[in-house]
């Protein structure tokens, strides 16, 4: 459901759901105006960004029994194995083979997510490596807050590495590996979960085919991106514009390995593997993210309100 912008780009990094890095500051720059609205100065977001901060400090001290506390039994997000459970987070949160130096966070805005969930949205920079590799300079990341207990829990978190498309050398999509395995336990089916994954396969149809009306009524009024190139759109009407603009010939596109998580009775998670099939500005395409979907109740119907897409990593990274 959003733009690509193929121009020399990495096959990891050339999939739905993503756009123009042009569009970067335009779009940062609107969400000053758009989320001043969610009373950005009140004790909410000012508990989520301490509560995430503390988070970062426990990974830089390697504290394994912070998160028991700070983890929703609910939580699901994606790390370097694929999608995450609370298990396998706390166990990559905490990994001895991750060194931090220093970390900063900027640009934080919180929306409320109907009742008892919020979203945080912000910039990370980070000083650090882990298994020997340098981690990303500069993010993009999105964490989900439930409330259990009285108190906020983590439910969701992800991030997208802030890169340059145009200056990524192009790389044949067939020898690009396979996406490395979840870490998360397997689930049991889940019936509920059709509802959700046919909008989401509906909203990639209507990207493939820059269906405008269907991707304006399909989601919420209020609603935010952040792709895979680590840009951020803070509004509806910047999203739209973006995923329906010229450039990409998409013959097809799939969601798969698809998993709802249900956060209170009117937010739920998705999360799934998506590819397309096709070329952009004359460059094929077909090559696998790592996508997630926050839905939000509207009346009887289901609404995209957030979303939030990494290049799927390929085995042994």
């Known amino acids: 459901m959003a733009k690509i912008n193929y121009l020399a780009i ?67 997000g994606w790390g370097s194995s694929g999608r995450l459970d609370k298990a396998s987070a706390t166990k990559e949160f905490s990994g001895a083979d991750c060194t931090i130096k220093s970390y900063a966070l900027s640009d934080e805005w919180v929306r409320a997510l109907g009742k008892g969930a919020a979203l945080l949205t912000y910039k990370i920079t980070v000083d650090g490596a882990c298994g020997g590799k340098e981690l990303p300079a500069s993010s993009w990341a999105a964490s989900v807050f439930v409330r259990d207990g009285g108190k906020w829990k983590g439910a969701f978190h992800a991030e997208a590495a802030v890169v340059d498309p145009s200056a990524a050398p192009a790389q044949p999509a067939e020898k690009k590996k396979a996406p490395a395995r979840d870490a998360a336990q397997p689930a049991a089916p889940d019936a509920s979960n059709d509802a959700m994954l046919a909008l989401e396969k509906t909203l990639w149809e209507a990207w493939r085919t820059h269906d405008g009306k269907k991707l304006e009524d399909l989601t919420a009024k209020e609603m935010s991106f952040i792709n895979i190139f680590g840009t951020y759109f ?34 739920g998670i998705l999360t799934f593997q998506g590819t397309a099939d096709g070329s952009c500005y004359g460059q094929e395409i077909n090559s696998v993210i790592w996508g997630t979907s926050v839905y939000v109740k509207d009346g009887d119907a289901w609404k995209w309100t957030f979303g939030i897409n990494v290049p799927a990593r390929e085995e042994g990274a």
């Open 10 to 76: 990495t096959a990891a990094a050339a999939l739905a759901h993503t756009v123009c890095a042009s569009s970067a500051a335009a779009s940062d720059a609107g969400a000053v105006k758009v989320t001043a609205k969610t009373a950005q100065g009140g004790s909410t977001k000012v508990a989520l960004v301490t509560l995430e901060k503390s988070a970062y400090a426990a990974r830089k001290s390697r504290d394994a029994k912070f998160w028991d506390a700070f983890l929703s039994e609910q939580f699901v």
């Open 234 to 267: 803070a509004t509806k009407a910047a999203a739209v514009k973006d995923w329906t603009s010229a450039g990409c010939d998409v013959r097809s596109v799939s969601v798969t390995k698809a998993k709802r998580r249900m956060l209170t009775p009117t937010t």
